[in-house]
């Protein structure tokens, strides 16, 4: 069972910045990313990390979302800039590891004038 432990998020204006953090339990895991959910919509990738630090990002994101991990916390990081209100969303973040899928409880990222 892998615990994932989030925080960041919160409420910004058009053009700011947020980071997210998540905390995984166990050791390096095969992927760890980040998805969102925005109001009304299906789940989506934002970006994911592979154990061996390769990552992918949304189109939406490319640019102005960056990903880094810190191994001797195990720690995710999501920088998020120039922040838009279509990123306005519930961000999970997720762990892959031995073919089970782990999710984070969410925070919300709100963009708003």
């Known amino acids: 069972q892998v615990q994932l432990v989030e925080s960041g998020g919160g409420s910004v204006q058009p053009g700011g910045s947020l980071t997210l953090s998540c905390a995984a339990s166990?050791?390096?895991?095969?992927?760890m990313g980040w998805y969102r959910q925005g109001p009304g919509k299906q789940r989506e990738l934002v970006a994911r990390?592979?154990?061996?630090?390769?990552?992918d990002y949304a189109d939406s994101v490319k640019g102005r979302f960056t990903v880094l991990r810190d191994n001797a916390k195990n720690t995710l990081y999501l920088y998020m800039n120039s922040l838009q209100p279509e990123d306005t969303a519930v961000y999970y973040c997720?762990?892959?590891?031995?073919?089970?899928?782990?999710w984070g409880q969410g925070t919300q990222v709100t963009v708003s004038s």
């Open positions: 990390m592979s154990r061996d630090s390769i990552v």
């Open positions: 997720n762990v892959v590891t031995f073919g089970a899928d782990y």
């Open positions: 166990g050791g390096i895991h095969n992927y």
